[in-house]
């Protein structure tokens, strides 16, 4: 995509003004900013496309940063799950950087701003904090720690850096304005004393910088030109911008000293700010907290279960990177928050599949049919091409005998109108074999049909004179003597309600879980599907779209999982 071509929308708008303008030297650098403290979702892929893609639509550059700023949280497995995942959705990094990198740099800001006497030092708790805090109707109260001495704030803040006091015991506020109508510029914590184990940096640091303060400077540090984050970070820019003037990394070379010396690259900037709706779906949750507790409380297979929206199940589900990077294309960007029907990333991977995946044929829910006009031994290879639309695909053969097994769906003792597929006395073609003819109905002793007895025209064969003669349905088959046994995992949508969040009615996301969103039964797959690799995508002709699971499969032990129907079944079932 180039920039003429790339869709439109107010980011890029305000991104190629600045280019224009030669703001920030006409230069374009973005950064994918997130906390390793969880699996990435579909909604951070949004963020993703957009960050990744205004720095290569502009000829940019975007980092990957990791704003490890709260220990207690996060963790080297998220980092790790988080690269593959960025990687696997299509983009690449100009560098990978850790907001735990600039430790050293946050601290001497923190001093230069006690210095100025921009910042204190506060004993109030937690609970004191939130009652001087004041309301959206009232204004705060300064606290009684407001106005210690310079010399006083730099003696507790260095003694708090050494480990000394307790945590929770103090932390250190910007000293703003009280009185502020926007909450956020009342005095913020800008640091919190948590002695925790750092995933990246151990126990060096007994102090962590809170999010709002390391994030700008982060930005700042990395050169970044425009921050783009979503919109429950509005009100938060007065004191990004505050920092961000106040401490003027630019002007003070002296306080990234750390980070010249450990040899990354330092050319600060003074970023801006810019927001935009994040990325909500229906029929699912995106809170880190619940996605957590699914996992934990294993009313999910881990964070890769296909039913879960993080990126690694959507992934082991088979949904291709592309599709998701174009359901975001066409998704847009604005300042509205919104929700989209997951059935647009459905049809989005459809789209994708419809073109891309080779078509194989299978049976999920088996009958057993037999052929008795041909002899018992007869076996034969038809000819199939591998795509309907696309012959570089090329063909394969498929073994074809009198014992077939076909879908228990496709027939109907007692036919009711608008069936078109084989009953008794019926006639149906066989995909690519030619028209059968249902003759006998044999049934256990129960009354189940457990097998169909046919007989085959032989004037319909492929090639034959009567081949093109009409009959109403087509069903598909697989040779029962050749057919792979393998599992089958028909996957549905994870929750049965489209806002699962809504708790109006006395219930909770997990009272909506959806009991059939996973259902395994053991199907029979043509041959040539026992030896295909992980991840390897087919639609199985009138079924769906299948994959070869990333974890379990095996040729000597087949794992599919359905990543889509053919058709949005759920819209159909909302009409």
């Keep these: 995509m180039t920039e003429s071509t790339a869709p439109t929308n107010f980011i890029r708008q305000i991104v190629l003004a600045d280019r224009n303008a030669e703001k920030h030297g006409g230069k374009v650098h973005t950064r994918f900013p997130p906390e390793p403290n969880g699996y990435l979702h579909l909604g951070h892929a949004k963020s993703i496309c957009l960050n990744f893609g205004i720095a290569r639509d502009f000829d940019g550059v975007c980092n990957l940063r990791f704003d490890d700023t709260n220990p207690s949280r996060e963790d080297v497995e998220f980092v790790e799950a988080i690269r593959q995942d960025v990687q696997w959705l299509g983009f690449e990094w100009a560098e990978q950087r850790h907001a735990s990198d600039y430790f050293e740099v946050f601290y001497r800001c923190a001093l230069k701003l006690i210095e100025d006497g921009k910042a204190y030092v506060c004993d109030l708790n937690a609970d004191e904090v939130r009652a001087y805090r004041g309301t959206l109707t009232e204004p705060g109260r300064n606290s009684p720690y407001r106005d210690r001495s310079t010399a006083e704030n730099l003696d507790l803040f260095q003694r708090m850096r050494a480990g000394e006091f307790a945590d929770g015991a103090r932390t250190l506020r910007a000293k703003i304005d009280m009185a502020s109508g926007n909450i956020n510029m009342r005095d913020p914590a800008i640091y919190r004393i948590r002695k925790a184990t750092h995933q990246n940096t151990g126990d060096v640091w007994p102090i962590y910088p809170m999010y709002d303060y390391a994030h700008c400077l982060s930005d700042a540090i990395e050169g970044i030109t425009h921050s783009l984050c979503t919109l429950e970070f509005e009100d938060h820019r007065p004191l990004y911008d505050w920092c961000l003037d106040q401490i003027d990394l630019p002007s003070h070379p002296q306080l990234a000293e750390s980070v010249v010396a450990a040899g990354l690259n330092y050319a600060p900037s003074r970023p801006q700010q810019i927001e935009f709706a994040r990325g909500n779906l229906d029929f699912t949750v995106m809170s880190k907290r619940k996605l957590l507790a699914l996992v934990q409380d294993g009313l999910v297979d881990g964070w890769d279960d296909p039913r879960m929206p993080t990126l690694t199940?959507?992934?082991?589900?088979?949904?291709?990177?592309?599709?998701?990077?174009?359901?975001?294309?066409?998704?847009?960007?604005?300042?509205?928050?919104?929700?989209?029907?997951?059935?647009?990333?459905?049809?989005?991977?459809?789209?994708?599949?419809?073109?891309?995946?080779?078509?194989?044929?299978?049976?999920?829910?088996?009958?057993?049919?037999?052929?008795?006009?041909?002899?018992?031994?007869?076996?034969?290879?038809?000819?199939?091409?591998?795509?309907?639309?696309?012959?570089?695909?090329?063909?394969?053969?498929?073994?074809?005998?009198?014992?077939?097994?076909?879908?228990?769906?496709?027939?109907?003792?007692?036919?009711?109108?608008?069936?078109?597929?084989?009953?008794?006395?019926?006639?149906?073609?066989?995909?690519?074999?030619?028209?059968?003819?249902?003759?006998?109905?044999?049934?256990?002793?129960?009354?189940?049909?457990?097998?169909?007895?046919?007989?085959?025209?032989?004037?319909?064969?492929?090639?034959?004179?009567?081949?093109?003669?009409?009959?109403?349905?087509?069903?598909?088959?697989?040779?029962?003597?050749?057919?792979?046994?393998?599992?089958?995992?028909?996957?549905?949508?994870?929750?049965?309600?489209?806002?699962?969040?809504?708790?109006?009615?006395?219930?909770?996301?997990?009272?909506?879980?959806?009991?059939?969103?996973?259902?395994?039964?053991?199907?029979?797959?043509?041959?040539?599907?026992?030896?295909v690799a992980p991840e390897s995508v087919f639609q199985l002709e009138r079924l769906g779209y299948f994959v070869a699971d990333r974890r379990d499969h095996a040729s000597s032990r087949p794992v599919f999982n359905r990543v889509v129907t053919l058709r949005d079944t759920w819209a159909k079932a909302s009409r």
């Design 313 to 531: 199940g959507a992934r082991r589900r088979g949904f291709p990177a592309s599709a998701i990077r174009m359901f975001w294309d066409r998704a847009g960007i604005s300042k509205q928050n919104s929700t989209i029907e997951y059935g647009v990333l459905e049809g989005c991977v459809r789209e994708v599949l419809d073109g891309t995946a080779a078509r194989r044929m299978g049976v999920v829910n088996p009958l057993r049919l037999t052929l008795t006009n041909l002899a018992a031994d007869h076996t034969e290879t038809l000819d199939f091409p591998n795509h309907p639309k696309n012959e570089d695909f090329g063909r394969r053969s498929v073994q074809f005998s009198p014992e077939l097994w076909i879908e228990r769906d496709d027939f109907l003792e007692e036919p009711v109108k608008g069936f078109h597929r084989l009953v008794p006395g019926g006639e149906v073609r066989l995909r690519g074999a030619g028209i059968i003819r249902c003759d006998e109905v044999i049934k256990d002793g129960a009354g189940e049909v457990i097998e169909l007895r046919c007989s085959l025209d032989p004037d319909t064969r492929p090639g034959c004179n009567g081949a093109d003669r009409k009959v109403k349905g087509t069903i598909h088959w697989v040779d029962a003597r050749t057919a792979v046994a393998a599992e089958v995992r028909l996957y549905d949508r994870l929750f049965d309600v489209a806002d699962p969040d809504d708790d109006t009615d006395g219930k909770t996301y997990r009272d909506h879980l959806n009991p059939e969103s996973r259902r395994v039964i053991r199907a029979w797959l043509e041959h040539s599907l026992s030896n």
